[in-house]
């Protein structure tokens, strides 16, 4: 997901200053380097504010004493969004927001008031993000660490802050806490790209089909055992039909069960004109009443159903049709690209890089393709995946299709049962009440076991929800999907692999897996696995967080829709390294003791850092907050010095702590 920070922004609480501006290069290692207790490390804190934290971790006194308003610019596939929050004063956190949002946003020299809370700016960024709305479990109830993702699960991939970049016991940021420990280890196959929003679309369709198949089965076992007690009872009947003078001439006695159900459906059918008619002026208009009522509401429902299944389709042909558009535009996007490599293999003199003749009119062609691989390519960033709402609407329009359905066959039920019933109220001839109540119980019993029989509509509706569901799980099997989590924390390792040896780890060529289940790094060698905590020096735990921080964001920038900020903040990387008294001396780059080891360590860390930028095609923002110098990185490629915090440098300027006093 394209989401690099172009600023930080601090508004003063007294006096006309202009704001504080931080500014940041994308696609690029930033550097802000300086001593102790200059506002380093409220870096990590401000853009976790400004994003919408629950809490506000910006250190107290000094910093939030002199600010009023806090606030980040981004650069997203939507343009920049300014998000800025007010300084909570002694609550935890504040609900008061300001968004601005445009190509390019202007940074406002005041904020006089919110248009926006936190609860709209997390809800925004869900959707940037691309984030489903479904919750991964799909049953109904639903605990919180199988609750939805949200953007702000999504900051234990971007922040490693000073107590984390280097601890052996907690690889990602906020894992230490119960809450973020096990919703982090929900959400991994789901920002791994395994566990896709179709298929948790599928999984959620899955469930209800589940729920419906049950409720179906329940009801045709239900038949079953009324058809069961029916043919148990057959001989009941038909001695009681010749009681009643239904059956005269029929020999009953020891009747098998097709001969007794022939009979049975003789009696109903014959049963119309021997009898006294029981139907009276008043039953009829009452059951007239109910019908008009019935037809009325039966005709609401049919269109109502017919609307719903309008819905439904075109939201099926949309959900296509933006899959295939991304498709497409990614097809046209790679057939273009080979128009960047010819240019990009032509000498000053234009020759052809295949043949060596020289280039005149074919240069101008090139240039056309290159600005239709432009074109293509802006269209491909621009083009935004259905919302995240999206799916919550699919599902719910399928539930109400579902249950007007279900209403819509209830009240055809009844007013074919009405019609049949006050059809033969109006032709039946029964005097006597108890013929017509064992004629009544009869053809309800015998209509109830015809029901149950293999060609009954509720059976059938039973095996094609069986076959549904048989379908779905083959679509979303937990077997398939744990293979693909396999694959993807593979491709993971293999990464790191590249990584490591480039870094200050002991053991650069042992093969390294990240682990979801324990949140941590397991190291293996020929006869052992050890676990990071298990394996000491913090230079190995820094390389490790460094290595598995780098080769996630690479991973995430590798997935076609990744929800994954591609920005890294990292926090005093050189603190195992460098003590206070070393980086004193790598002011002086003539003090002999600067070149050493460690020294060196820290370059290869940078060194790494630049070439994962490199690797990300420059999507990747690394922004690193050190007490080290310009002369530990320099001469290193693609580094954005951003400011040297020393002496009166600092995150707040000295002018508003005097003007707060």
């Not at 300014?82 to 601005?100: D, H, I, W």
């Not at 439904?312 to 498709?327: D, I, K, Q």
């Not at 293979?483 to 390294?512: F, G, W, Y």
């Not at 926090?571 to 060196?600: G, I």
Request: contains cysteine; hydrophobic residues 35%.
């Amino acid at each position: 997901m394209k989401f690099n920070i172009r600023a930080i922004i601090l508004w003063p609480r007294f006096g006309s200053f202009p704001p504080r501006v931080v500014s940041f290069e994308p696609g690029t290692v930033n550097v802000i380097s300086g001593k102790s207790r200059t506002g380093k490390s409220a870096i990590i804190p401000i853009i976790d504010y400004c994003l919408g934290s629950d809490r506000c971790t910006i250190p107290v006194k000094t910093i939030r004493d002199a600010c009023e308003w806090f606030g980040i610019l981004v650069d997203t596939v939507q343009g920049q969004k300014l998000y800025a929050r007010r300084e909570p004063g002694a609550q935890k956190s504040t609900n008061e927001m300001f968004v601005s949002e445009g190509a390019q946003v202007s940074i406002p020299p005041r904020i006089t008031e919110k248009n926006a809370t936190a609860e709209t700016v997390r809800a925004q960024l869900d959707d940037l993000a691309g984030l489903s709305s479904l919750d991964f479990s799909p049953e109904a109830q639903v605990s919180g660490f199988r609750g939805r993702a949200s953007f702000r699960d999504l900051m234990a991939f971007t922040f490693q802050p000073q107590n984390v970049i280097a601890n052996a016991n907690t690889l990602f940021y906020k894992a230490d806490s119960y809450e973020h420990r096990e919703k982090l280890r929900t959400i991994f196959p789901y920002v791994l790209g395994v566990v896709t929003p179709e298929v948790l679309a599928k999984q959620h369709e899955l469930e209800e089909l589940r729920r419906t198949l049950r409720r179906k089965r329940l009801e045709l076992e239900n038949v079953r055992q009324v058809s069961a007690r029916f043919l148990a009872e057959m001989q009941t009947y038909l001695d009681r039909a010749n009681e009643l003078g239904l059956l005269q001439g029929e020999d009953t006695a020891a009747a098998d069960q097709s001969r007794g159900l022939r009979l049975l459906r003789k009696i109903i059918s014959q049963s119309t004109g021997q009898t006294a008619s029981a139907a009276t002026s008043t039953t009829i208009s009452k059951s007239a009443d109910e019908l008009v009522s019935l037809r009325q509401a039966e005709s609401e429902q049919s269109m109502q159903l017919a609307q719903l299944r309008q819905r439904f389709f075109e939201m099926t042909e949309l959900r296509r049709s933006s899959v295939e558009y991304r498709g497409a535009l990614r097809l046209q996007r790679d057939r273009l690209a080979i128009s960047d490599w010819l240019r990009k293999r032509t000498d000053n003199d234009h020759d052809c890089p295949i043949c060596g003749n020289v280039m005149n009119r074919q240069e101008e062609k090139l240039e056309e393709l290159l600005k239709s691989l432009e074109q293509i390519e802006n269209t491909a960033t621009q083009f935004q995946a259905l919302p995240a709402s999206f799916d919550r609407e699919y599902q719910r329009v399928r539930a109400e299709t579902t249950r007007a359905a279900d209403a819509l066959a209830g009240t055809q039920l009844r007013l074919k049962t009405l019609s049949q019933v006050s059809e033969a109220e109006r032709k039946r001839q029964y005097t006597e009440l108890s013929i017509s109540r064992f004629l009544g119980r009869l053809e309800t019993d015998l209509r109830i076991f015809e029901n149950a029989g293999q060609d009954s509509a509720l059976q059938l509706e039973v095996q094609e929800l069986e076959k549904k569901v048989r379908d779905l799980e083959k679509e979303v099997d937990s077997k398939a999907l744990r293979e693909r989590l396999r694959r993807a924390l593979d491709n993971v390792s293999a990464i790191v692999a590249r990584l490591l040896p480039d870094l200050d780890a002991e053991r650069p060529n042992d093969a390294t897996e990240l682990s979801i289940t324990d949140l941590t790094v397991k190291v293996k060698s020929t006869d052992r696995e050890d676990y990071l905590w298990e394996i000491g020096s913090g230079s190995n735990w820094l390389s490790y967080h460094l290595a598995i921080s780098l080769a996630l964001q690479l991973f995430f920038g590798s997935l076609p829709d990744s929800p994954v900020p591609s920005f890294l903040t990292l926090d005093q990387p050189s603190q195992v390294y460098f003590p206070q008294r070393l980086v004193q001396r790598a002011e002086d780059p003539d003090d002999p003791s600067f070149k050493d080891e460690d020294v060196e360590a820290v370059r290869k860390a940078f060194n790494v850092l630049r070439a994962a930028v490199e690797e990300s095609k420059n999507q990747l923002q690394v922004i690193v907050l050190d007490h080290a110098s310009e002369a530990v990185w320099s001469g290193i490629s693609n580094i954005h010095y951003v400011e040297e915090w020393r002496g009166d440098r600092k995150l707040v300027p000295v002018e508003w702590l005097q003007s707060s006093k």
